[in-house]
């Protein structure tokens, strides 16, 4: 592709170097509008600039990538909702052995979780959960902290539903879901079990320095007073009747004077008197225990609603994930899977409709038409023409080369960007068939992987650091300092070995 003009080339470039530096720095001083606004900004600019018509921005919005992101964040709202990540969370703790296991069990969990519900999701809801376990068992957060973030990122580099970069990846490329993780899979094992031990080995002295607290005695007490309380909620002390003695009179031959007749018919009437408000009392005490039981009942009624609702959104879901595995059309199979979820909750799905990230997928509209443009400049294809015959990936030197340029750009542009800049050209570098296919899967890895390099190369990352400071009762700073001094070995050394494992 020819350069562009000079004047589209400079103010082309000028709107894609502001929504970078909106996009990788939100908060900006002299321009604090944010991401999605600040790709908007760029958007704008390069229509106004002419560098691309109204008509071609709009062609730019891949509306497949913006509907299976949209359906799958849908999925995992209702999955939030039935529990899933809650069960989750309790599963890290389950008979855990000790601080080390504990931190395989976060790298574990946070791994599957993230290929099946995107690492952001991930984070958002297991953040909490892993904090608050490790200042119950007093142990150091932060090792926990980055094991959820780095192995959020790495098994989300497993599926095309794992993160938006595979999102965009899977719908430009047209890999299947089954071929897609088939061909990371073997990566991602290895690649979160390395990052365990480069965990464990960074960490083993000060995990074993903090002693495991046992809170049995805690736990014994609060689970019996929830008893109690349940007990006690659901208790009621039916009326005890009164026992009437028999007041037959047995003195039909005695002589009894007007005065003792008096006498006889008051306490005969105090005695009815007394009789019926036994009998109203042994009547509310009826109706009392009918009213428990018509609540105990609809208790259990709710109850098993409950399940079987819970229960149906899994089996949607596990639906919809073999659907991909098929090779059904993504997009449409995620917009499905939520539609189903949203007709079976059977109420308003306004609530559950408005925690969308509506901002990410305006973000992408935006971006979308910046990259257009900026492609449009002519400026990446020139890059790429210098950099191509030393990024061939059927030798080990380009494929080094490569994975350095995409592990830059990700860390400088954002990951998506990078992929929506290199994609299309890294594969049209390959041979084709196969080999086209292993520089998707490639680009897949390395633009994933990159994001544990530093703390703001991928939003999982800032996802657990801005979740852990704003913790109400047990919150912690995970800093870019201590983030660094494990992601640059660890993202280099998983990267290295995950390149050799893609097929």
């Known amino acids: ?20 530096v909106l996009a990788v720095f939100p908060s900006v001083p002299f321009l604090p ?26 062609a730019a ?47 574990l969990v946070s ?55 595979n999102l965009v990846i899977a719908v430009q490329s047209k890999i299947p879901f089954w071929e897609f993780l088939l061909g990371v899979f073997p990566a991602m094992i290895v690649g979160i079990t390395v990052n365990a031990l480069l965990l464990l080995a960074m960490y083993w002295r000060l995990l074993s320095d903090h002693k495991q607290e046992e809170e049995e005695e805690e736990e014994n007490a609060v689970s019996e007073a929830v008893v109690e309380e349940d007990v006690t909620s659901h208790r009621f002390s039916p009326a005890t009747l009164p026992h009437l003695s028999s007041f037959r009179s047995q003195d039909s031959s005695l002589r009894m004077d007007p005065e003792t007749l008096r006498n006889r018919a008051v306490s005969a009437e105090i005695i009815n008197r007394d009789s019926n408000a036994s009998t109203r009392e042994h009547t509310d005490a009826e109706s009392q225990g009918e009213s428990n039981d018509n609540a105990n009942n609809m208790f259990q009624i709710k109850k098993w609603t409950r399940v079987f609702w819970k229960s149906s959104v899994y089996l949607i879901t596990l639906g919809m994930l073999i659907s991909l595995l098929m090779g059904l059309n993504m997009s449409w199979t995620a917009i499905t899977a939520a539609l189903a979820l949203v007709v079976l909750d059977f109420k308003d799905a306004r609530p559950s409709l408005e925690k969308v990230s509506y901002s990410l997928l305006i973000f992408f509209c935006g971006m979308f038409i910046t990259v257009d443009g900026f492609n449009k400049t002519g400026i990446p294809t020139a890059l ?29 542009a954002s990951n998506v960007p990078t992929v929506l800049l290199l994609g299309a050209r890294v594969a049209a570098s390959a041979a084709g068939g196969e080999e086209e296919k292993k520089a998707w899967l490639m680009l897949a890895w390395v633009s994933t992987v990159a994001g544990n390099l530093t703390l703001l190369g991928s939003a999982a990352n800032l996802i657990v650091c801005e979740q852990a400071r704003r913790a109400v009762s047990h919150g912690y700073t995970l800093t870019f300092t201590k983030h660094l001094k494990f992601g640059l070995p660890s993202t280099l050394i998983v990267t290295i070995i995950g390149l050799l494992l893609i097929n």
């Open 1 to 20: 592709m020819a350069m562009a003009p000079v004047i589209k080339l400079v103010l082309g470039s000028t709107a894609f170097a502001i929504f970078w």
């Open 33 to 58: 509008i944010g991401r999605t606004a600040g790709s908007l900004f760029g958007a704008m600019l390069m229509v106004i600039f002419q560098v691309i018509s109204p008509e071609q921005a709009y």
């Open 61 to 107: 919005i891949d509306l497949p990538i913006l509907g299976l992101l949209f359906g799958t964040m849908v999925v995992s709202i209702y999955l939030e909702r039935a529990d899933m990540f809650q069960y989750l969370g309790t599963l890290l703790s389950w008979r855990s052995r000790g601080p080390k296991d504990l931190l395989c069990r976060v790298c």
């Open 111 to 165: 791994a599957v979780s993230s290929a099946l519900f995107t690492n952001d999701t991930s984070c958002v809801v297991l953040t909490e959960f892993v904090l608050k376990i490790a200042r119950q068992k007093n142990l150091p957060p932060h090792p926990f902290l980055l094991a959820l973030a780095t192995s959020a990122n790495i098994g989300s580099s497993a599926t095309p539903i794992g993160n938006p970069q």
């Open 384 to 412: 790429w023409d210098l950099m191509e015959p030393y990024a061939k990936i059927d030798q080990p030197k380009g494929i080094a080369v490569l994975a350095l340029v995409i592990l830059f750009l990700s860390n400088v």
